[in-house]
C-alpha cells in the first residue's frame, strides 16, 4: 500500500480533506439507487460472514455556532476485530451521500481512521479481511440541528438557570446535552434543557465560560457482523456563554 498523505478536493462548493492511501479517491457510486426522498431515513443493516465484529463511529462537529453541512469537521473510526483481536489487514471503505469514496487508513491504535471537511447526511461501510466480510452498510445521520438559545456569549449570573434550545428538521434516535459541569444528560422529547445553576461552572471572583454540546444520533446495529456490530453517526453544535461570579 502507498504511503498514506492528506488529500483536499472539492464537492458542492465544500471543501473535503481525508487522510487516504496514495491513490486518489473517486465520487461514491454507492448511492446512485438511492433518491434523495429515501436519503433522510435511510437504514441498511448489511450483510456478512458474520465472523467480524464492526464499530462505526462517525462523529460531525460544528466548526461555529449556526454552522451549515459545509462547516462541519466529520471525523471517521472503524473498530474491527476477529474473535476479539483487532483485525490489522481488513480494507475498510466509506462512501459519503454526494460526496467521495475511499479507504481508510489503519493507526497505530489498530484502528481506522479519517477526516472529511463537511456533513453529507448519509453513509455506506464496506469491511473485507481475508475471507470475512462486513457489507453494505447505509445509514442517515441525524438532519442538522441548531441551537436557537441562548445567544453565543450572553452573559448569565452564577444562580441563574440557562435554558438551551435547538431545533431541527427530524428526529433523531437519541439526544444527549453535554456542559462544563457535566456529562453526557440524555434529553427526551422536547428540544429543550434547562441547565440548573448547580451545573454550571462558576469562578467566586471572575466571569467563567460555559460551552454547552448538544449531540444528536442515530445508532443501528449491523447485520453480517459479529454480536454487537454497530453504526452511530452524530452532529455536534455547541453555544458559550459568560456565567457571572457566583455568591459567596
Known amino acids: ?10 464537492v458542492g462548493g465544500a471543501v473535503l480533506v481525508a487522510t487516504i492511501a496514495a491513490c486518489a479517491p473517486a465520487m461514491s457510486s ?9 436519503i433522510q ?3 441498511r443493516q448489511g450483510s456478512g460472514t458474520g465472523e467480524l465484529s464492526v464499530q462505526v463511529k462517525i462523529e460531525a462537529e460544528a466548526e461555529r455556532p449556526g ?11 472503524v473498530r474491527v476485530l476477529r474473535a ?8 475498510v471503505t466509506l462512501s459519503a451521500y454526494e460526496g467521495p469514496e475511499w479507504t481508510l487508513e ?28 462486513v457489507e453494505g452498510v447505509y445509514l442517515a ?7 436557537t438559545s441562548p445567544q453565543p456569549g450572553l452573559r448569565v449570573g452564577g444562580e441563574q438557570a440557562v435554558e438551551l434550545t435547538w431545533q431541527a428538521e427530524g428526529d433523531a434516535d437519541e439526544t444527549w446535552v453535554d456542559g462544563e459541569a457535566f456529562d453526557d444528560v440524555q434529553v427526551s ?11 454550571l461552572e462558576r469562578e467566586l471572583h471572575e466571569v467563567e465560560d460555559n460551552e454547552f454540546e448538544v449531540v444528536r444520533l442515530n445508532r443501528m446495529a449491523i447485520e453480517g457482523g459479529a454480536p454487537g456490530s454497530e453504526i452511530t453517526i452524530a452532529v455536534k453544535q455547541e453555544v458559550e456563554v459568560l456565567v457571572e461570579p457566583a455568591s459567596p
Open 1 to 10: 500500500m502507498g504511503k498514506a498523505k492528506k488529500v483536499q478536493w472539492r
Open 30 to 38: 454507492a448511492f446512485d439507487d438511492i433518491s434523495a426522498s429515501e
Open 41 to 43: 431515513d435511510l437504514r
Open 67 to 77: 454552522a451549515t453541512a459545509q462547516d462541519f469537521e466529520t471525523e471517521v473510526e
Open 84 to 91: 476479539g483481536v483487532p483485525v490489522r489487514d481488513a480494507v
Open 106 to 133: 489503519r493507526d497505530d491504535d489498530g484502528e481506522y481512521e479519517g477526516e472529511v471537511r463537511g456533513y453529507h447526511r448519509a453513509y455506506r461501510v464496506d469491511v473485507v479481511a481475508g475471507g470475512d466480510r
Open 141 to 147: 445521520g441525524p438532519a442538522l440541528h441548531q441551537i
Open 189 to 199: 422529547g422536547a428540544m429543550r434543557y434547562v441547565v440548573e445553576p448547580a451545573q
